[in-house]
């Protein structure tokens, strides 16, 4: 599963440091080898950038030529304006959710992806720290007292459009 999120502008990485310094080395390079990555990032380790290389690859940014050279696979400016995050498979979950509905509930994702109660809290908790994710209570039907939790994802954009 690519881990992705275009509309979010977000993707799941490992290491989310070494990606941005990778894909920024990309963006001026065009074309680079492993060695290239070790010697730009000397502080970074092998076994790091070969994760960080990985995650990208199965994300879909960048792609290996036979000759074990990386070059992006899709448009520098794009490739800039997407964050790495380091988040744990649950906090995935709502994320992607959240890239196909313009909003979810606690439900949505425990039917979806097996996730219990508990576990969704705490990390859609997580999110909302991070201010990648907000919520608002809407009643159940017409002059309700219940309520359920509505999460949208948090952007500065969004919010911009809906106004």
């Given at each position: 599963m690519?881990?992705?999120?275009?509309?979010?502008?977000?993707?799941r990485a490992r290491y989310p440091e070494t990606a941005s310094a990778v894909l920024m080395l990309l963006k001026d390079e065009r074309i680079a080898t492993r060695r290239r990555f070790t010697r730009a990032l000397p502080d970074t380790s092998t076994?790091?950038?070969r994760g960080t290389l990985l995650d990208l690859l199965k994300n879909g940014l960048i792609t290996r030529s036979i000759d074990n050279e990386y070059s992006l696979a899709v448009t520098p400016a794009y490739a800039a304006r997407l964050t790495p995050l380091k988040m744990g498979k649950t906090e995935e979950y709502i994320l992607i959710l959240?890239?196909?509905n313009r909003y979810i509930t606690a439900r949505q994702v425990r039917q979806e992806f097996d996730v219990s109660h508990s576990l969704f809290l705490q990390s859609v908790k997580k999110l909302i720290a991070r201010g990648l994710v907000e919520y608002t209570d809407v009643p159940l039907y017409e002059n309700s007292v219940r309520k359920r939790r509505h999460y949208t994802f948090?952007?500065?954009?969004?919010?911009?459009?809906?106004n």
């Open positions: 690519k881990r992705l999120l275009p509309k979010l502008k977000v993707f076994h790091v950038i959240l890239d196909q948090k952007s500065p954009e969004l919010s911009h459009a809906s």
